[in-house]
């Protein structure tokens, strides 16, 4: 099974400050099938990034999401109230064919 | 515009099978899998499974597998997931959702809105 981790568990940050989460893999993973999202309070999940690095339809470009292997990062720059939420990372290919990582809250200092 | 719109939230009693709904439109139901995901009060995202509604092939969690079964109506353009024996930890918001195929890559792009369900007697 491909485990996902992601650190930190809670970033606390202040608006207009820059966030780097991280999730770290058990196995070397596809860069076209790592993916992240962001899930605000009561909602459903919402995609930010596919393919390791491509925003998805309507993500400000303050998003972004780079590594290979079993690194992989999301930025966030400039932090606006509306970004503090809680991120998931997760992969697809392994067995079970969909992974999720545990999610790094990002709070307002 | 796609539209995952799942049923309404429900009580179940420990033991028994639930069973949830999600009806989408905006699109072409057998062109695309629906997979879905459990989230625990609190916690975070666990995969469950997946659905081929073209041909009905699906493929589950070894954590759910013998529990779970999901189906599609083409009629309907439903998908369903039922859990069956289900027991307190079961209780859980779940959600569909639309896998979509990229040109280099594939993601869980558009979300039903979630169906929390209680077991409780």
């Known amino acids: 099974e491909i485990v996902l981790t992601q650190s930190p568990g809670t970033l606390s940050l202040s608006p207009g400050e820059s966030a780097t989460l991280s999730c770290t893999s058990s196995?070397?993973?596809?860069?076209?099938?790592l993916t992240w999202f962001q899930q605000r309070p009561g909602q459903a999940p919402r995609l930010l990034i596919y393919g390791t690095s491509t925003r998805a339809t309507g993500i400000p470009d303050r998003f972004s999401g780079s590594g290979s292997g079993t690194y992989f990062t999301l930025t966030i720059s400039r932090l606006e109230p509306e970004d503090f939420a809680v991120y998931y990372c997760q992969q697809y290919g392994g067995s079970p064919a969909i992974t999720f990582g545990q999610g790094t809250r990002l709070e307002i200092k | 515009e796609v539209h995952l719109v799942q049923s309404e939230p429900a009580v179940t009693r420990p033991g028994t099978a639930m069973k949830i709904s999600c009806k989408v439109s905006?699109?072409?139901?057998?062109?695309?899998?629906i997979h879905w995901v459990q989230q625990a009060p609190g916690k975070g995202l666990e995969w469950m499974g997946l659905?081929?509604?073209?041909?009905?092939?699906?493929d589950y969690s070894e954590k759910f597998q013998g529990r779970v079964a999901i189906t599609a109506d083409t009629s309907t353009d439903t998908v369903y997931m039922t859990l069956s024996s289900v027991r307190s930890e079961d209780t859980a918001v779940y959600y569909c959702a639309r896998w979509v195929p990229a040109a280099t890559s594939s993601f869980l792009q558009d979300w039903g809105q979630g169906t929390l369900v209680t077991v409780s007697s």
């Open positions: 905006g699109y072409t139901f057998s062109d695309y899998y």
């Open positions: 196995h070397s993973l596809s860069t076209s099938y």
């Open positions: 659905i081929d509604p073209e041909d009905g092939e699906t």
